[in-house]
C-alpha cells in the first residue's frame, strides 16, 4: 500500500524556518520525482518544488526560490522542505506528492506564519 | 511565470457529459507538459485521476478521460454522477508545475 506521510508543521513566526518532512512507503521512492504542493485555506493548489530522483535536480515556484530548500535522503525513503524567510502568505497546507503512475498524495501538514 | 486556465464553474446534469478545460498563457498546451488533473472534494485531499493527459490509474472511474484539444488539455466526464461534483484542478509542467485555478464542478 501507497502511503506518503507529511510532519513537521506548526505555528511560526514570520522570518522563521521550518523544515517538513515526508515518508514515502509502497513504492520505489529512489526512482521517482518527488513534488511539494500547498494549499492555503480556502484557496486553490499551488505547486511549490519537485526533485528528481537522485537529488539533483530541482525547480521551484517565483514565491519560494531563494527561500525554500527541496531535498531527498533516498536511503530513508523520506522527503524534506527546509522553508526559510517564512511570510504570512506562506501559510498552507503542505502535502508530499508523487505523480506519474503513482499519483498519490499525502494529507498533508499545516504551517502557519503569524506573530 | 505562465498562468493556466480553467473554466471557473460548470454544471452538468446527472448522467450528462461536460468537458472541464485547461489552457497555458504560453500556448498550446502538448504532452511536453505532462498535463495531469486532480479532483478534490471539500475537507479531503486532493486525488490524482489522470496523468500525462491521458493515463488513468485504478482508481479513477472509467467515465473520466482525458485528452488533448484544440491546443488545451481537456479532462471530459461522460454519465456524471452525484459524486462526481466536486473542483477539479489541472497542473502543467514547464520544468516548474503551475496548477490552474481549479474548476468547480456541479451536478444538478
Known amino acids: 500500500e501507497v502511503q506518503v506521510v507529511e510532519s513537521g508543521g506548526g505555528l511560526v513566526q514570520p522570518g522563521g524556518s521550518l523544515r517538513l518532512s515526508c515518508a514515502a512507503s509502497?513504492?520505489?521512492?529512489?526512482?521517482?520525482?518527488m513534488h511539494w504542493v500547498r494549499q492555503a485555506p480556502g484557496k486553490g493548489l499551488v505547486w511549490v518544488s519537485s526533485i528528481n530522483s537522485d537529488g539533483r535536480t530541482t525547480n521551484y515556484a517565483d514565491s519560494v526560490k531563494g527561500r525554500f530548500t527541496i531535498s531527498r535522503d533516498n536511503a530513508k525513503n523520506t522527503l524534506y522542505l527546509q522553508m526559510n524567510s517564512l511570510r504570512a502568505e506562506d501559510t498552507a497546507v503542505y502535502s508530499c506528492?508523487?505523480?506519474?503512475?503513482?499519483?498519490?498524495w499525502g494529507q498533508g501538514t499545516l504551517v502557519t506564519v503569524s506573530s | 511565470q505562465a498562468v493556466v486556465t480553467q473554466e471557473p464553474s460548470l454544471t452538468v446534469s446527472p448522467g450528462g457529459t461536460v468537458t472541464l478545460t485547461c489552457g497555458s498563457s504560453?500556448?498550446?498546451?502538448?504532452?511536453?507538459?505532462?498535463p495531469y488533473w486532480f479532483q478534490q472534494k471539500p475537507g479531503q485531499a486532493p486525488r490524482t485521476l489522470i496523468y500525462?493527459?491521458?493515463n488513468k490509474y485504478s482508481w479513477t472511474p472509467a467515465r473520466f478521460s482525458g485528452s488533448l484539444l484544440g491546443g488545451k488539455a481537456a479532462l471530459t466526464l461522460s454519465g456524471a454522477q452525484p459524486e462526481d461534483e466536486a473542483e477539479y484542478y489541472c497542473?502543467?509542467?514547464?520544468?516548474?508545475?503551475?496548477f490552474g485555478g481549479g474548476t468547480k464542478l456541479t451536478v444538478l
Open positions: 504560453t500556448g498550446a498546451v502538448t504532452s511536453g507538459h505532462y
Open positions: 506528492v508523487a505523480l506519474k503512475d503513482v499519483g498519490y
Open positions: 497542473l502543467v509542467f514547464y520544468g516548474f508545475g503551475v
Open positions: 500525462e493527459a491521458s
Open positions: 509502497g513504492f520505489t521512492f529512489s526512482s521517482r520525482w
